[in-house]
T-cell receptor, first 113, second 113 residues
């Protein structure tokens, strides 16, 4: 069975500071990992995804994530955040067959001026 | 125009009522999904469909039913609504194959009194 754990429910950070949102996964099959962002009152939007190949994945809005198989982690990072990055972030894993996503609990990133 | 639309966007209903949430997509995708979002729980899969004749239960299908009226339309019904079905409901679609990006609708906020 697959599962995802996001280690922080809320992450407050000041504008222009770096941020890391942590995600650990469990899977007995091939791993396909995603980060989605949900802005207030909106649906989810893909930030980035890891399917195979390079373990460092770059996404939109300056975000990147690193797949670490030995640590079973897929942490999301940004070197300098903006107020507009305030949102909820979801890590998810897919089984690669049904396409269905197993989501973590979500991390609320609050960027303060 | 949005690729994935959901109606209604907000709904208040009473315990025991039957309601239907509708989803339409213009991306031409075969696969469609219904998720519900609860605070602190992330998103959980209710039902998914690979095409009009292929519908599958997700992890929390009890109390829900679905109908795939056409490739572009996928409806979720609550046969007899109960208060713990109060949640934010999302429809999503993907093209299939290797885990591809899921495209989410804007969500329907449902309150069951």
């Amino acid at each position: 069975a697959q599962s995802v754990t996001q280690l922080d429910s809320q992450v407050p950070v000041f504008e222009e500071a770096p941020v890391e949102l942590r995600c650990n996964y469990s899977s007995s099959v091939s791993v396909y990992l995603f980060w989605y962002v949900q802005y207030p009152n909106q649906g989810l939007q893909l930030l980035l995804k890891y399917l195979s190949g390079s373990t460092l994945v770059k996404g939109i809005n300056g975000f990147e994530a690193e797949f670490n198989k030995s640590q079973t982690s897929f942490h999301l990072r940004k070197p300098s955040v903006h107020i507009s990055d305030t949102a909820e972030y979801f890590c998810a894993v897919s089984d690669g067959y049904t396409g269905k996503l197993i989501f973590g609990q979500g991390t609320t990133l609050q960027v303060k001026p | 125009d949005a690729d994935v639309t959901q109606t209604p966007r907000n709904r208040i209903t009473k315990t025991g009522k039957r309601i239907m949430l509708e989803c339409s997509q213009t991306k031409g995708h075969d696969r469609m999904y219904w998720y519900r979002q609860d605070p602190g729980l992330g998103l959980r899969l209710i039902y998914y469909s690979f095409d009009v004749k292929d519908i599958n239960k997700g992890e929390i299908s009890d109390g829900y039913s679905v109908s795939r009226q056409a490739q572009a339309k996928f409806s979720l019904s609550l046969e007899s609504a109960i208060p713990n079905q109060t949640a934010l409901y999302f429809c999503a679609t993907t093209s299939g194959g290797l885990p591809e990006t899921q495209y989410f609708g804007p969500g329907t906020r449902l309150l069951v009194l």
